[in-house]
């Protein structure tokens, strides 16, 4: 008899642990499947953010609180490009002093998913392109080579970054 109520305390305490436990495993699930959410939710809005902090998606230049340096250095660009449009439709000429290659692709990008080969590919091509402008020291000759290097300007963007495109596609003279 004695024995009997011994066992049935110690069933009872083991049926309490094991409640106990098993709660525990639900609850931890739970709150795993809350941080899951939660994770998906901050993706969700980190995407949005992103989008949203860089002009890619729009026609028009926002002025985003945030603008990651590749943003700012192709704001840099755009100014640039207006200037030596400028210039050259005045009759002037430009040189590499004024305006020194501006090394945007290694810089950090809105959207880290743009750095890949064809990203760098396009990047060289527009390089190579821009010191072209500078060979010669004739006003049409680097007319030329500017409307060239808008059309890298425009094939980057074609892949990466479309929102800016009405506004490159005005850049060439
Ligand atoms: C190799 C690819 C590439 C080339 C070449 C390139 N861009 Fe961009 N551009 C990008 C990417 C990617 C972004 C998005 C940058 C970011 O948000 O961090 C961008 C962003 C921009 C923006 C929006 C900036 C903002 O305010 O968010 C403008 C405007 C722009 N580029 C103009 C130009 C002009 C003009 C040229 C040529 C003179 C040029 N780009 C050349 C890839 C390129």
């Not at 495993?25 to 939660?38: A, E, L, P």
């Not at 250095?73 to 207006?82: E, F, G, N, S």
């Not at 810089?107 to 590919?121: A, D, G, Y």
Request: one cysteine or more; proline letters at 5%; a positive charge.
């Amino acid at each position: 008899m004695k024995n009997l109520v011994y066992s049935l305390f110690a069933l009872s305490i083991l049926s309490i642990i094991f409640f106990a436990c098993g709660n525990n495993t639900v609850q931890s699930n739970k709150s795993n499947i809350d941080s899951t959410k939660v994770l998906t939710d901050t993706t969700k809005i980190n995407t949005d953010t992103s989008s949203s902090k860089s002009s890619c998606d729009n026609e028009t230049i926002m002025d985003p609180n945030n603008p990651k340096p590749m943003a700012l250095l192709m704001r840099a660009l755009v100014a640039y490009a207006d200037t030596i449009k400028s210039k050259l439709t005045s009759g002037k000429t430009v040189n590499s002093t004024q305006f020194p290659l501006i090394k945007f692709w290694l810089v950090e990008p809105t959207n880290p998913e743009v750095l890949e080969p064809k990203f760098f590919e396009n990047a060289r091509l527009f390089s190579e392109s821009y010191k072209q402008i500078f060979l010669t020291n004739e006003n049409t000759t680097q007319i030329k080579a500017f409307n060239a290097v808008i059309g890298k300007c425009i094939n980057c963007h074609e892949s990466y970054c479309s929102g800016p495109l009405k506004r490159i596609r005005k850049l060439p003279i």
